[in-house]
T-cell receptor, first 110, second 116 residues
């Protein structure tokens, strides 16, 4: 079993839809949770960072962490074609060593 | 803030040659830098962690004599792929951490290496 599970997709939605991306994990020691966006042939870009459980909102993005269920989510409101990318969840138990999900490829059609 | 650059962005080399990739944190000091490798449609695989002024820590299965890492300053780390072979062709990405406590890493744009 992988430490972090993420559906690779692709997830196809129409412009304006609410997108829900999710990851599950098995290591209860994870405390830091991140979402990165990666465009093709580019480095990952940090979108959201959350420590421990709870919600965090930044513009059209909302990150949720449920440590009791070992489940994290990223919601994108009013999705745009420019949001089409691969979204990677990442998490850490400390000391900066990140464990990544496989990434979910999102396609937003005009 | 938190900009990380990589150079070159792509490189093509002949089998048997060595290639050096630079990673720089432009607007912050990075106590720790990381090197990842990414194959098409796959996630990032951590190769090694480097701290300024000390030897890099390599992940299991990564040949330290093949992938030489030098972290000479708080803003520069280099990865040298020695005696490159076609199977070393990949997308290499570095990241930099601002310090302990946040565990956030900021990534460079990546370097695409093609070994002929």
């Amino acid at each position: 079993q992988k430490e972090v599970e993420q559906d690779p997709g692709p997830l196809s939605v129409p412009e304006g839809a609410i997108v829900s991306l999710n990851c599950t994990y098995s290591n209860s020691a994870f405390q830091y949770f991140m979402w990165y966006r990666q465009y093709s042939r580019k480095g990952p870009e940090l979108l959201m960072y959350t420590y421990s459980s709870g919600n965090k909102e930044d513009g059209r993005f909302t990150a949720q962490v449920d440590k009791s269920s070992k489940y994290i989510s990223l919601f994108i409101r009013d999705s745009q074609p420019s949001d089409s990318a691969t979204y990677l969840c990442a998490m850490s138990a400390g000391f900066q060593k990140l464990v990544f999900g496989t990434g979910t490829r999102l396609l937003v059609s005009p | 803030g938190a900009v990380v650059s990589q150079h070159p962005s792509w490189v093509i080399c002949k089998s048997g040659t060595s290639v050096k990739i630079e990673c720089r944190s432009l607007d912050f000091q990075a106590t720790t830098m990381f090197w990842y490798r990414q194959f098409p449609k796959q996630s990032l695989m951590l190769m090694a962690t480097s701290n300024e002024g000390s030897k890099a820590t390599y992940e299991q299965g990564v040949e330290k004599d093949k992938f030489l890492i030098n972290h000479a300053s708080l803003t520069l780390s280099t990865l040298t792929v020695t005696s490159a072979h076609p199977e070393d062709s990949s997308f290499y990405i570095c990241s930099a951490g601002r310090g302990q406590g946040t565990d956030t890493q900021y990534f460079g744009p990546g370097t695409r290496l093609t070994v002929l």
